[in-house]
């Protein structure tokens, strides 16, 4: 006999694990095949006892409904002979109970009694999740929302499973029939969903097909005929997902019309009072329209772009197929009563719970996640927003995160101040006495600080708590910038301007590989210090808007021209405010300089976590005496700032002395 993929309540899962070998001797109800997707994980019983014969799958193989999965000589041949007359586990699941069927029969005969007026009433009931019964461990929503075919509606569990009951329809929930802590079984009546439209659930079918085709053939007829008179099917709206806050300002547009752009992939980004928030794609395709300006204010649901998608059509036509698959009368009912905009809405949710999540996450953080207790759905959400799940505090039965713990962490980061040790530096800033009153005095006039000068504000706070230390020196460079002057005009026939900083950044990697404490953090009990495997350094940029510190990535590993080229690359995308947040995210040292603006030296200030900065100010020619007499040498003044916690003045000397000698002789780098 063959055991197969039973109804999972997906359309495919992907095969994790296989617990049996071929010979092993099993029971019925013996855990087979653990199989994953994004709504479930879930062991495949055995419907018989008997031996292994084969196993048709492979780890990581993607499997649907009724794909066979393991062969097994039965110790019962009649068993056996009977199971193998009954493809798909009909009899089997006759055998179980006949409930289900019944009670499908008389769920579509009430949706279309009810249907002759606007509305009708669909049942939702447990589906085969493979286990005799299971326990409702969250109800994923309440009466009166409003929910889309394909929304997780109940968490099923059981000690084989853990399943997302998906709704069949889209529509209003009228009533709840469970609680939470309920045992259930397959066909037992969960809620009921009352949906619109259900007159043309009623007429459609026949207009596509003969009494004499099966229901699985009229929603197959319907579908393939819908995209012919669908145009307008790839168009899908991108609009503001729920921010946590009432309202927000688009602050940039990320894409223009006639972009190709993918899925997840950031299109808007938009500024509340409290945070900046980057709106990604829903879907891939091509930008048709861009429907908000910079400055306006957005609230949930507005939207953003349109955009055609790819493969939209294609969807639409598959999807209903399989799901008339799994349940015939339901999935036929289901299709017909959606209109064309709710088709793209569901192809839409379709392929965002078959896609890849956007890697917002480290490894670190991911690996973090996988020790918490949370369900399919809730890790889905928490992908998609980027929230470390460690970080967020559980409500549910035995310490279990659930949805709303997720809403919540996102609405709290969004409206309070600012967490953890930034709330710190908030709260130094609000014991500060309030101004006086100059209006006696001349009054005054306001003038609003940019959106990243008041970003930076609690940042520059944190280094209040910093005992820094500034170590000055200077650095002969006067070779060094002769030979800079001759390869500079090469240079600049390939477009490249090749610039002192390029070979500062150079010899303070290369120096950083020795002293790996300056590039190190103090960790959170100031017991150690952690050291970083890679180098990414901050490269201090102004801009009209302000400062800004853009990271360039692995400058050890990089060669001087390939420095100087990313340095005009990341400077111009500052100035344009083109930089993503990942391009300011990751360093352990900054180097911050006044170029040629002026000054002999100054304190720049450590940009906590980092435990080091270092200042460059103007290079001067000065008389330097070389023990026969004074000869002019240009000197270039380094501000080396340091948290005294993690770094001892002599290594300060130490490090800022090995540095000028490096930029004295650049050629030492070679050794």
Sequence with gaps: MQVKTPDIGVEKATVAEILVKVGDQISENDSLILLESDKASVEVPSTASGVVKSIAVSLGDEVSEGTTLIELESADSNAQS??????????????????????????????????????????????????????????????????????????????????????????????????????????????????????SAVTAPAETSTPAKPAENQAQTQTEAEPASNAPAGAVDVVVPDLGVDKAAVAEILVNVGDQISKDESIVVVESDKATVEVPSTVSGVVKAVHIQTGQDVKEGVVLITVEAEGAAASTAKTPVAKAEVAPATAAKAE??????????????????????????????????????????????????????????????????????????????????????????????????????????????????????????????????IPQVTQFDLADITEL????????????????????????????????????????????????????????????????????????????????????????????????????????????????????????????????????????????MQPVWNGQDFEPRLMLPLSLSYDHRVINGADAARFSNKLTKLLQDIRSLLL
């Design 336 to 465: 017909a009563t959606k209109a064309p905009a709710e088709k793209v809405e569901a192809v839409t949710k379709t392929e965002a719970a078959t896609s890849t999540p956007t890697d917002k996450l480290t490894k670190e953080q991911e690996a973090a996640n996988a020790q918490v207790y949370a369900g399919p759905a809730v890790r889905k959400v928490a992908r998609e927003l980027g929230v470390v799940l460690a970080e967020v505090k559980a409500t549910g039965e035995h310490g279990r995160l659930m949805k709303e713990d997720i809403y919540a962490y996102v609405k709290q980061r969004l409206t309070a101040p600012v967490a953890a040790p930034k709330a710190a530096a908030a709260a130094v800033a609000s014991g500060l006495p309030s101004l006086p009153d100059f209006s006696a005095f001349g009054g005054v006039e306001e003038k609003t600080l940019t959106r990243l000068q008041q970003v930076s504000i609690p940042q520059l706070s944190l280094n209040n708590f």
């Design 82 to 199: 009977e199971t193998d007359s009954t493809p798909d586990q009909a009899e089997v699941k006759a055998e179980t109970s006949t409930q289900p069927v019944e009670q499908a029969a008389s769920q579509s005969s009430k949706s279309v009694d009810s249907g002759s007026g606007t509305s009708s009433v669909v049942e939702v009931q447990v589906p085969d999740i493979g286990v005799e019964k299971a326990t409702v461990a969250e109800l994923l929503v309440k009466v009166g929302d409003e929910i889309s075919e394909n929304d997780s509606l109940i968490l099923l569990e059981s000690d084989k499973a853990s399943v997302e009951v998906p709704s069949p329809v889209a529509g209003t929930v009228e009533s709840i029939e469970v609680q939470t802590g309920d045992t259930v079984k397959e066909g037992v009546l969960l809620l009921k969903v009352k949906t619109v439209g259900a007159s």
């Design 481 to 620: 910038e002769a030979w800079r002057n001759d390869l500079k005009a090469n240079f600049k026939k390939e477009g490249i301007s090749l610039t002192i900083m390029a070979f500062i950044i150079k010899a303070v990697a290369h120096l950083l590989k020795e002293e790996r404490e300056f590039a190190g953090h103090l960790s959170d009990d100031g017991k150690s210090v952690l050291l970083r495997k890679e180098i990414h350094m901050g490269i201090a940029v102004a801009t009209p808007d302000g400062l800004t510190v853009p990271v360039l990535r692995n400058p050890d590993q990089k060669s001087i021209k390939e420095i100087a080229t990313e340095l005009g690359v990341m400077g111009q995308k500052a100035r344009d405010k083109k930089l993503s947040p990942k391009d300011l995210q990751g360093a352990n040292f900054t180097i911050s300089s006044l170029g040629a603006i002026g000054g002999t030296a100054f304190t720049p200030l450590v940009n906590w976590p980092q435990v080091a900065i270092l200042g460059i100010s103007p290079a001067t």
